[in-house]
């Protein structure tokens, strides 16, 4: 599996971005995914994840009803839309690919991970 995340950016408190994590030897459409996000001096926390049908989704409660978790599996992309954000949003975000098909917010759960990207938001 070999994840490619993208979409970060410098962006003002209350503005949309939209990462995408593209999976380009196309191994990951069975497994759950997820996104993580590391702040500078902090452990890698999770997001979002999703299930490997897209179907069943679970969110940090700090993101919750302001980012959504999708995938497209005819085109092995994981998605994550994120509105409204908010300066504690700032971090690198990972996306990585499960060991199993469900949704898991366990980090030790995850096998493959993407190189990260790097969202600022500023107040």
């Known amino acids: 599996v070999q994840l490619q995340a993208s979409g970060g950016g410098l962006v003002q408190a209350g503005a949309s971005l939209r990462l995408s994590c593209s999976d380009a030897?196309?191994?990951?459409?069975?497994?759950?995914m997820g996104w993580f996000r590391q702040a500078p001096g902090k452990e890698r926390e999770i997001v979002a994840t999703?299930?490997?049908?897209?179907?069943?989704?679970i969110y940090a409660d700090s993101v919750k009803g302001r980012f959504t978790i999708s995938r497209d599996r005819s085109k092995n992309t994981l998605y994550l839309q994120m509105d409204s954000l908010k300066p504690e949003d700032t971090g690198v975000y990972y996306c990585?690919?499960?060991?199993?098909?469900?949704?898991?917010?366990?980090?030790?759960?995850?096998?493959?991970w993407g190189q990260g990207t790097l969202v600022t938001v500023s107040s």
């Open positions: 990585a690919a499960a060991r199993s098909s469900s949704a898991s917010t366990r980090i030790e759960s995850y096998r493959y």
């Open positions: 999703v299930d490997w049908r897209g179907g069943s989704t």
């Open positions: 030897r196309r191994t990951s459409s069975n497994n759950g």
